[in-house]
């Protein structure tokens, strides 16, 4: 079946550290791959995304390179803030209504 | 800038109680989604509406129905709650059913149920 598996938490940083999020994925054909992060009491909000291989999503400073040979999609930051404390999610798409999610990865970061 | 607006935001049933989750999106999405989300389990797809006036079961639809009452509007009812519907249920919304289309979430519903 289609499925990703992300880093399981939680991740505790200092403020300025260097951030990454592991994200696998198994899924037939070629999926568009997600990242979402969801603060307390919201919905899940898109962070970024890449649809195709070698495609690399960036927002706010997160970056993640969609790598077909090793089925990854790493999520990255180069130095982490406190407003960054959060849960992320990874996600991937194979069809008009096939999203799947990963568990989720709490992140808090410390001043 | 609403986007995804979902009601109520907390709601407590007993077992047996009967409930419908509203939500409704200004976007001009063709595509809605409800998924529940449990702790240690991610998101789950319960039920999606690809289009107005089509339905279509998820991963986990036992014990829920839908309704896309128009483009706008998509009801999730639960007809006899039971413990293990406990969950955060999000609404979410996407411009088209397409690989690259992301979803746009609501703020949830906490629902217990005891």
């Known amino acids: 079946g289609n499925s990703v598996t992300q880093m399981e938490g939680p991740v505790t940083l200092s403020e300025e550290a260097f951030l990454t999020i592991n994200c696998t994925y198994t899924?037939?054909?070629?999926?568009?791959l997600f990242w979402y992060v969801q603060y307390p009491g919201e919905g899940l909000q898109l962070l970024l995304k890449?649809?195709?291989?070698?495609d690399k999503g960036s927002n706010k400073g997160f970056e993640a390179t969609y790598r077909k040979e090793t089925t990854s999609f790493h999520l990255e930051k180069g130095s982490v803030q406190v407003s960054d404390s959060a849960v992320y999610f990874c996600?991937?798409?194979?069809?008009?209504?096939?999203?799947?999610f990963g568990t989720g990865t709490r992140l808090t970061v410390i001043p | 800038n609403a986007g995804v607006t979902q009601t109520p935001k907390f709601q407590v049933l007993k077992t047996g109680q009967s409930m419908t989750l509203q939500c409704a999106q200004d976007?001009?999405?063709?595509?809605m989604y409800w998924y529940r989300q449990d702790p240690g389990m991610g998101l789950r797809l319960i039920y999606y509406?690809?289009?107005?006036?089509?339905?279509d079961k998820g991963e986990v639809p036992n014990g829920y129905n839908v309704s896309r009452l128009n483009k706008r509007e998509f009801s999730l009812r639960l007809e006899s709650a039971a413990p293990s519907q406990t969950s955060v249920y999000f609404c979410?919304?996407?411009?088209?059913?397409?690989?690259?289309?992301?979803?746009?979430f609501g703020n949830g519903t906490r629902l217990t149920v005891t």
């Open positions: 976007m001009n999405h063709n595509s």
């Open positions: 979410a919304s996407s411009e088209r059913s397409s690989l690259g289309s992301p979803l746009h």
């Open positions: 890449a649809t195709k291989a070698d």
């Open positions: 899924a037939t054909g070629y999926p568009s």
């Open positions: 509406s690809a289009s107005e006036g089509t339905t």
């Open positions: 996600a991937g798409r194979v069809g008009a209504n096939n999203l799947f």
